[in-house]
């Protein structure tokens, strides 16, 4: 079955510390997005990728970085930049047919971080 | 850049209860589609509806329906007699024609039916 898988689902951080998070896609989806989400407050863009080897800065990219080698995978790094990062992550993906406009997004089922 | 207001937090309703979900948007743009999107308490988001806003008529599935109103740029989410399986926390999201780079998600609306 197609679809986007994220990992770790539970990842704990000391603070200072770096961590990647892992999102890998079989949709042959060009564009990748990773989002924030806390309560109360919806979902937040951080970054995303229209295609290989090149992405943008979304609304919230402070502390985080990303890279797009592949088009099957868009890992971001939470790093010791971020103030306050204990979240939950979401990852999406979407095709970029251009006749059919904006498309669906599909996404992973998350990645909840918390910094002890 | 879409914005989206969804003023209802928290809805709590007993099931088979009929529940409107509200979604304001605010877009610059004069053609765009408006989503939504379902969150179960698994996490991940799930596609519900999208509509081009060239098309005012209201859309029916199964107990969903939705009511798009361009004048009062309103894209409100019915629940005919909902069902426990109904509780999640739902999105509306604005976006643009081409791409999905602008796309805004509102803060969600947290819904509970109770048996």
């Known amino acids: 079955d197609g679809g986007i898988t994220q990992s770790p689902k539970y990842l704990f951080r000391k603070e200072g510390q770096n961590v990647t998070l892992s999102c890998e896609q079989n949709?042959?989806?060009?564009?990748m997005y990773w989002y924030r989400q806390d309560p109360g407050q919806g979902l937040r863009l951080i970054y995303y990728?229209?295609?290989?080897?090149?992405?943008q800065k979304g609304d919230i990219a402070e502390g985080y970085s990303v890279s797009r080698e592949k088009k099957e995978s868009f890992p971001l790094t939470v790093t010791s930049a971020q103030k306050n990062p204990t979240a939950f992550y979401l990852c999406?993906?979407?095709?970029?047919?251009?006749?059919?406009?904006?498309?669906?997004?599909?996404f992973g089922a998350g990645s909840r971080l918390t910094v002890l | 850049a879409q914005k989206v207001t969804q003023a209802q937090t928290e809805i709590s309703v007993v099931e088979k209860e009929d529940v409107t979900l509200d979604c304001v948007y605010e877009?610059?743009?004069?053609?765009?589609?408006l989503f939504w999107y379902k969150q179960p308490p698994s996490g991940e988001l799930v596609f519900l509806i999208r509509?081009?806003?060239?098309?005012?008529q209201n859309e029916i599935s199964g107990r969903y329906s939705w009511n798009f109103q361009k004048s009062t740029s309103s894209f409100n989410f019915t629940i005919t007699a909902s069902q426990v399986v109904d509780s999640a926390v739902y999105f509306c999201?604005?976006?643009?024609?081409?791409?999905?780079?602008?796309?805004?998600f509102g803060a969600g609306t947290r819904l509970t039916v109770k048996p």
């Open positions: 999406a993906s979407s095709s970029r047919t251009v006749l059919s406009g904006a498309n669906v997004l599909t």
């Open positions: 949709l042959n989806h060009d564009a």
């Open positions: 990728s229209q295609i290989v080897n090149d992405f």
């Open positions: 877009t610059r743009d004069t053609t765009y589609y």
């Open positions: 509509r081009n806003s060239f098309d005012e």
């Open positions: 999201a604005p976006g643009d024609l081409y791409n999905n780079n602008d796309m805004r």
